[in-house]
């Protein structure tokens, strides 16, 4: 038997409801006057980016200040390298010596270059590989990374006129700078193609849910009004807080994920109540009592988890808390407000631009009968639904066992990418020279005892047979500092570089430079930087992952006053992120998607994924979990007895976390398609998480254990009933007021 309340729904999300739907005027234009403000104010102040050369963490980081304070770049050098490289000559070769030369007699003259080096006669021999086959000429460039980008373009044409004059040889050019322009346009112009074929892609899946092109074009324009606003709001915090140059990338995918979910949500919920029988406006506020109050509890779940990264202690993820908090906020403000301002002028006409032909294909709103399907055998063997369930996701985790994270190498950009193939030969010429270890050693460098510690250095490091390049030698004009390069084996972010690293850290520089009365010294360079970074994301990890699960499950026992359905949506969410991790390191550390996706395996996954995937997919399951849990407890306070809430509760959210789920994996396949490692990663670790998290969890293992445990869903111990008790089913309607048109 039902029980309907007798108070009318009183929470912050129906009050918000109903009154926009009564000032649908003032919520629209006051909602346009936001997005518009905050993208022009943005616009205006321009966005503050996080300085690159000076992030670096722990031991890399204190070997960046002695270099900083000894008047080195915080970056070290600019330096630009031209390769010149033969199949059928050496360097013997009077034509390759013609080639090197012509290479730097064109770019001496230029007033941004200094520092100018290349192998002629008995000098830099170093500059030339063991086969004699491939010579580099190197210099440094003037000012910092920016204004030397600005001054590239000319160096890089003229040193592809000397590849023109010599057609026998590869001459190509790569450096700090050429790579770095070159390579973030390439990332940039990946990330706008991405944002173009997300938009045109969500709006046909939305299409296909509603059939209807304006009902269709409500979600997917809120979502994209939503990243407009938080892009301007993003610029002016950067001027407080400055931002990562990718928060841009990260607030476009997060908001129209949420954007279009909590709109879609929202939608669906007042176009199934008008199905059911209720006037326009008793079925909008209904919508607000229900799915609006869903909508605000799933929007504080993801802004508690994307606060986590702020104790991750790096200044990117930071940055991307904030990015990510501001985009949920503003797309869960936009919900709750100007949607049912719009809801409530168009009425039943939302329904315009109906595609015939899709009413054949589209089951009514209501009760889904695909899910049913598939429900109704999970409840009648709850047991063996859910240990099946269970089984599964454990299989796809294995592989998160053996997790190894590294930075991607040069190697695992796309070929045709500027200046990668240039990288590739002198890493294959010369081993770590592309990415050596930086010393940075605060002493008396003129000093006859430095001298032969670096020597030293040298000749013990030849003698581990690890395959250390070469030591170069640097010092400031005061002769406290200096700068030792040596190049390192292996690739920059592998096992063999890290090996070395930490051998050059704990046992070559102990013996040698190390024993110099009162020195101070410090490893950087770009192995050294990932490596601390990545050593900082270990134990930064369980904080973030306290925070995340500790603030959510008290949370969801304050909505839902349970102590079972918190703990339990916890553990249902961790099991979804586990599987993610191990369909990640299985593609992409095992390198089982190779072929399938086209990219090279460096045999690691992006440091920075874990716990990125961790903070966003705990987020947005969460929409899914509060949004089915919410329909179940309405069901259950009406009166029905649990197995019948959860039948009725899954099957009729069913189709609108499905089209959620389909919108969701569409936008982020699209990222897995581009070409960048990082990227692709990304792409499916977010995709095969949420198609797992919408289909074995939240189809098969939630309504399975919801059957086994029965009424202990609800238990709450007597010491926590002092808990608020928050209604989840409509109230009785109270008809909004007459608003003007």
Do not use: C
């Not at 359905?565 to 089982?592: D, M, P, R």
């Amino acid at each position: 038997m039902q029980h309907p309340p007798r108070n009318p729904a009183r929470h912050l999300a129906a009050r918000m409801g109903h009154w926009s739907a009564s000032h649908r005027k003032l919520a629209i234009f006051g909602w346009l006057a936001f997005v518009v403000a905050a993208i022009a104010i943005g616009t205006a102040v321009g966005t503050k980016t996080i300085d690159q050369t000076n992030n670096s963490v722990g031991p890399s980081q204190r070997a960046d200040q002695i270099l900083k304070r000894g008047g080195f770049p915080q970056s070290g050098p600019l330096t630009e390298i031209a390769v010149v490289q033969s199949k059928h000559s050496t360097i013997a070769n009077p034509e390759f010596q013609a080639a090197v030369a012509d290479v730097a007699r064109t770019v001496a003259p230029l007033s941004n270059v200094h520092n100018l080096r290349w192998p002629h006669g008995a000098v830099n021999r170093d500059q030339v590989s063991r086969d004699g086959r491939t010579a580099l000429v190197e210099w440094d460039m003037s000012g910092k990374l920016k204004a030397a980008e600005k001054q590239i373009d000319p160096l890089t044409s003229a040193v592809a006129a000397v590849g023109a004059r010599h057609p026998r040889f590869y001459i190509g050019e790569a450096g700090a700078v050429s790579s770095d322009k070159a390579l973030t346009k390439l990332f940039n112009e990946q990330i706008g193609q991405a944002g173009e074929r997300s938009v045109p892609l969500t709006l046909v899946i939305l299409v296909l849910v509603f059939g209807s092109l304006l009902a269709a074009w409500i979600p997917l324009m809120l979502g994209l009004q939503a990243v407009i606003a938080t892009v301007g709001l993003t610029a002016i915090v950067s001027h407080i807080t400055p931002m990562d140059p990718n928060v841009s990338a990260v607030v476009m995918l997060v908001g129209l994920a949420v954007g279009v979910d909590y709109t879609l949500f929202y939608l669906r919920r007042e176009r199934e109540e008008r199905a059911a029988g209720r006037s326009e406006g008793a079925a909008l506020e209904a919508a607000a009592a229900t799915s609006g109050r869903s909508v605000l509890i799933s929007g504080i779940t993801v802004l508690i988890a994307m606060a986590g990264m702020l104790f991750s202690g790096d200044k990117t993820f930071i940055s991307m808390s904030i990015g990510t908090m501001m985009v949920v906020a503003v797309a869960m403000i936009g919900s709750l407000t100007v949607l049912p301002a719009v809801l409530s002028k168009l009425g039943d006409r939302v329904e315009k631009g109906r595609v015939p032909w899709l009413s054949r294909f589209r089951s009514p709103v209501g009760e889904g009968r695909i899910w049913s399907r598939i429900l109704n055998p999970v409840l009648r063997r709850p047991g063996l639904s859910a240990a099946l369930s269970v089984a599964l996701l454990a299989t796809l985790a294995i592989p998160a066992l053996q997790i190894h994270t590294a930075s991607s190498a040069a190697n695992t950009l796309p070929r045709s990418a500027p200046t990668v193939g240039t990288i590739n030969r002198i890493q294959t010429a010369f081993p770590g020279q592309a990415s050596p270890a930086v010393i940075a050693v605060k002493t008396n460098t003129k000093s006859p005892a430095f001298k032969a510690a670096v020597a030293q250095l040298q000749s013990a490091a030849d003698a581990t047979r690890l395959g250390y390049g070469a030591i170069s030698l640097d010092s400031n004009a005061a002769h406290t500092v200096g700068r030792v390069a040596i190049p390192l084996p292996g690739n920059g972010t592998d096992g063999v570089s890290t090996h070395a690293l930490l051998t050059l850290r704990g046992h070559l520089l102990p013996a040698t430079i190390g024993k110099l009365p009162g020195v101070s010294y410090g490893v950087t360079g770009p192995t050294a930087q990932s490596y601390d970074w990545n050593e900082m994301m270990k134990s930064s990890l369980p904080l973030v992952f306290g925070f995340v699960l500790t603030f959510a499950f008290l949370l969801l026992l304050a909505s839902f006053r349970s102590l079972v359905i918190a703990a339990k949506a916890v553990v249902l969410n961790l099991l979804s992120v586990a599987a993610a991790y191990g369909v990640v390191v299985a593609v992409f550390q095992f390198g089982w998607g190779t072929n399938v996706l086209g990219f090279t395996s460096n045999g690691s996954v992006a440091p920075w994924l874990p716990l990125f995937m961790f903070v966003i997919l705990f987020g947005l399951s969460m929409d899914y979990h509060v949004f089915i849990l919410s329909r179940i407890r309405e069901a259950h306070d009406r009166g029905m007895s649990t197995e019948d809430a959860i039948a009725h509760g899954i099957k009729t959210t069913a189709g609108t976390v499905t089209s959620a789920a389909i919108v969701m994996v569409g936008v982020f396949s699209i990222f897995a398609t581009l070409p960048i490692l990082d990227m692709k990663e990304m792409g499916i670790g977010l995709a095969s998480a949420v198609l797992i998290d919408a289909t074995i969890v939240r189809g098969v293992l939630l309504p399975a254990s919801m059957k086994l445990l029965g009424d202990w869903n609800w238990y709450l111990p007597n010491w926590l009933h002092w808990l608020p008790k928050l209604e989840h089913h409509p109230e009785p309607i109270i008809q909004p007021a007459p608003a003007a048109a």
